[in-house]
């Protein structure tokens, strides 16, 4: 008796998947299909992109991009096959995907309601896989009345083209990040854009979220423990598995109309670098201001800080770390290496003594120590790669990226007052 599919799938469907670098969640969501009905799933896939030899079933899973012409491989088997991907992508089979247009909404939506107002986007590539991400993220800044810019693609220009050129592109591209409106929003197009967009802030002398803040897309995990944790859309990878499993078990019933379908993120997960737009507290969002405009001051100390606010130190101090993700004295040091390489930039001959004198700092030596401990080399030697650079807005953009923990609080150079001074909050 010669049995037909749909009476195959009935007893026990017999389906492969190749998919050996999709990420998890998304295989998690396929299994948990197959387990709720009954499939027999096979993960014993050919790396080189072809079936197990043999092997003889009912329908394939195939995760894109699919490796050396998988997809005309599976067609030629004469079997039902459903793609997904975690990207924008094309088939000749039907095929799940994240909504793309739900993401730019998203994206677009939240950097609003958290309080900015000037925009940009960072692609991927040059290629059309931006094109739906990037039209919904302008189509709802321009309903709400906003407008916005798109920067270069950094990973083309930067990483992956290794030209001779590179560095130049690098500081072409830095500059231009230090030409964007303050507080501006970039939202970037998956994670790996987003880390390479921190790389170049920090590399500006910018803060982030304050002068920039950056939204990726993806929560991946690596991103998420880096030194600026990167706020992002997360995607809902394990549905988007199941989806794809549910539509290839309607094809083994012999639906055949070739169909796509897609599936909503989750929502947007929050970390430093969006926290700035996210400031609730309104003490905050004072001793942030406090700071922006007496950083200059040598007699500028958290306790100071606290006293302006009108609280006690340990209160806001507990308070601005869980909102911005810092410490009030990490901020200060912040905001007074961001001045000093500035002005090195602009004048690189300058004494290093003026120049601490100019953020706040009473000392040359102080100053020396808390400098080199946030980018990495003396003011000496960042005056004298200045002097060979003609092109200011470019210096400034290539300054060393600041690191994670510029000074250890026992050294700090801010005066420290007494905290019993302070009122209570």
């Keep these: ?109 939240y950097l609003i309601e958290r309080g900015f107002r000037a925009f940009a986007f960072a692609p991927l590539s040059a290629r059309t896989i931006n094109a739906g991400r990037l039209h919904a993220f302008r189509e709802r800044l321009t309903e709400r009345g906003y407008s916005y810019r798109v920067l270069p693609p950094i990973l083309d220009r930067v990483r992956e083209r290794g030209d001779d050129d590179s560095a130049d592109r690098r500081r072409i591209f830095v500059g231009q990040l230090r030409q964007l409106a303050p507080r501006t ?67 083994m019933r012999g639906a055949l109309a070739l169909a796509s379908g897609v599936v909503p993120p989750k929502g947007v997960v929050t970390r430093v670098s969006t926290e700035t737009g996210a400031v609730s507290d309104e003490r905050v969002v004072r001793a942030l201001a406090y700071i922006e405009e007496s950083f200059t001051d040598p007699n500028l100390s958290v306790d100071a800080v606290a006293w302006a606010v009108g609280m006690s130190r340990r209160n806001l101090e507990r308070s601005f770390r869980h909102e911005t993700g810092r410490t009030i004295y990490e901020h200060i040091v912040n905001a007074r290496m961001r001045e000093a390489a500035k002005l090195l930039a602009e004048s690189p001959a300058m004494r290093a003594l003026d120049v601490a004198r100019k953020v706040g700092l009473s000392g040359e030596r102080t100053f020396y120590r808390v400098f080199r401990r946030y980018f990495g080399k003396t003011p000496k030697a960042h005056g004298a790669w200045a002097s060979r650079v003609r092109n200011v807005s470019t210096l400034v953009a290539s300054s060393p990226a600041p690191m994670r923990h510029p000074i250890p609080q026992e050294e700090s150079p801010v005066p420290i007052g007494s905290a019993a001074s302070c009122p209570a909050a």
């Design 1 to 109: 008796m010669v049995l037909m599919a749909s009476d195959r799938v009935q007893v026990s469907p017999r389906v492969a998947l190749l998919a050996p670098d999709a990420p998890e969640a998304c295989l998690a969501g396929v299994r948990r299909f197959a387990e709720e009905h009954g499939w027999q799933l096979s993960t014993d896939v050919d790396r080189r992109g072809k079936l197990p030899q043999g092997w003889s079933g009912d329908g394939v899973l195939v995760a894109l991009p699919d490796r050396a012409g998988l997809l005309a491989h599976i067609a030629a088997a004469d079997v039902p096959c459903v793609a997904f991907s975690t990207e924008f992508a094309t088939a000749s089979v039907p095929l799940v995907t994240p909504d793309e247009v739900a993401i730019g909404h998203l994206a677009a939506d």
């Design 185 to 251: 929003a970039i939202f970037a197009h998956d994670d790996r854009v987003a880390a390479g967009l921190v790389e170049c802030i920090r590399e500006a002398g910018l803060l982030i979220p304050e002068d920039i803040a950056v939204l990726g897309v993806g929560n991946s995990a690596s991103f998420a423990e880096a030194k600026v944790p990167v706020s992002t859309v997360e995607l809902d990878l394990e549905h988007l598995g199941y989806q794809a499993a549910a539509m290839l078990q309607e094809r």
